[in-house]
């Protein structure tokens, strides 16, 4: 699912979501209509498109002390 952020200055409902989504929220909206919120942009701003995967962020290991 792609990601959008709500820039609007109060929350909103968004009956597609079946939810109220808060002020500079990041919410999942299905990838077919993701075009739909971004044509909007007073209102919502790209987070992550359609088809991108999330980077996958790992854990820096611990060194070795040596001694």
């Known amino acids: 699912m792609a990601r959008v952020?709500?820039?609007?200055?109060?929350?909103?409902?968004?009956?597609e979501?079946?939810?109220?989504?808060?002020?500079d929220e990041v919410v999942e909206v299905p990838d077919e209509r993701?075009?739909?919120?971004v044509c909007q942009p007073a209102n919502w701003e790209?987070?992550?498109?359609p088809?991108?995967?999330?980077?996958?962020?790992?854990?820096?290991?611990p060194q070795k002390e040596e001694g």
């Open 17 to 23: 979501l079946g939810r109220t989504v808060e002020p």
């Open 34 to 37: 993701f075009d739909g919120y």
């Open 46 to 49: 790209s987070v992550e498109e």
């Open 51 to 61: 088809g991108a995967k999330a980077s996958k962020k790992t854990a820096v290991k």
């Open 5 to 15: 952020r709500f820039l609007g200055p109060a929350p909103v409902t968004v009956p």
